[in-house]
């Protein structure tokens, strides 16, 4: 990878922060992803839907660098040609976090130390000989971080995670992920066996993050968080981007879509059959 600074951007002026070309992943003889392209945006919140091993999951380990593509090009931008994410820690040190399902979270540690875990904050900094940790500058660190994000928390430190809400400790999870993304903030199944008003304090989190400018990126099989949340919908059937829609994102529609039966409508739309279009609207 080069460090010469580029800036992308699509035809209407939109800055492209990451964009795959012919991305592809194969698990044996099943193809997981099969040829997507797919561009993400700057302070926008895209959403990925699809049924159950529809590659979802897969594409975004391959945009987080858990697992690499067999075939195909990730471009981010401000690096001259495509990357290699090998790893998350590769990722990560590209702008790019994500909140997994299981949060990876230490419970038994309290706020504070799970946003700077790995990255703690050291006096003299980090290859300082004494090696002893500057709580002070993390706790207001994280402090300032929280209020940006309109979080509210029992503690800052001295109460651990494993006490909280699963509504609190996933907002921990985002507050950390949102912390350190410089361009791209990826959730898996973010309102995942959360309650309504959970759901509702992620949902105003992420849209907060993307009004920060970051680029947000969602797996969620709750249609309805798709629609309030989503400024873009990218649909996946069978490993392949079936779909994305921008405007008139319908619940029956995204249904539609995810189990086939508007997925040759759609493609007959794309290939300029303005009749067969009409029918989409």
């Known amino acids: 990878m080069s460090g010469t600074e580029t800036q992308t951007q699509d ?4 800055r492209v922060v990451l964009h795959t070309r012919g991305i592809e992943r194969k698990y044996g003889s099943i193809t997981a992803v099969d040829g997507v392209d797919i561009d993400i945006y700057a302070g ?3 959403a990925i839907v699809g049924d159950n091993g529809a590659g979802k999951s897969t594409m975004i380990k391959m945009l987080c660098g858990a697992i690499q593509p067999d075939s195909g090009e990730l471009y981010l931008e401000g690096q001259e040609g495509h990357v290699h994410l090998r790893s998350p820690h590769a990722a990560r040190a590209l702008g790019i976090e994500t909140v997994f399902q299981d949060l990876a979270l230490a419970p038994n540690r309290d706020v504070v130390s799970n946003l700077f875990l790995g990255r703690e904050v050291y006096f003299g900094g980090l290859f300082s000989p004494l090696r002893i940790l500057n709580t002070r500058e993390m706790r207001r660190r994280a402090k300032e971080q929280l209020a940006e994000l309109q979080i509210n928390l029992p503690g800052l430190s001295g109460f651990e995670l494993g006490q909280m809400s699963g509504g609190q400790r996933q907002s921990v999870a985002i507050a950390r992920a949102a912390f350190w993304a410089s361009r791209v903030l990826l959730m898996d199944e ?3 066996a959360l309650g309504v008003r959970e759901s509702g304090a992620v949902l105003r989190l992420a849209r907060s993050v993307a009004d920060a400018g970051v680029a947000v990126v969602m797996v969620s099989h709750v249609l309805p968080h798709v629609m309030e949340l989503a400024d873009r919908v990218v649909v996946m059937r069978g490993g392949r ?14 249904i539609s879509l995810i189990v086939g039966a508007e997925q040759q409508v759609y ?4 290939r300029g059959d303005t009749e067969t279009a009409e029918l989409l609207e």
């Open 11 to 14: 035809a209407t002026g939109k």
């Open 267 to 270: 493609e007959q739309a794309l």
């Open 190 to 192: 973010p309102t995942a």
């Open 44 to 46: 926008e919140i895209m």
């Open 241 to 254: 981007k079936i779909a994305e829609i921008t405007e008139n994102i319908r619940q029956d529609r995204l």
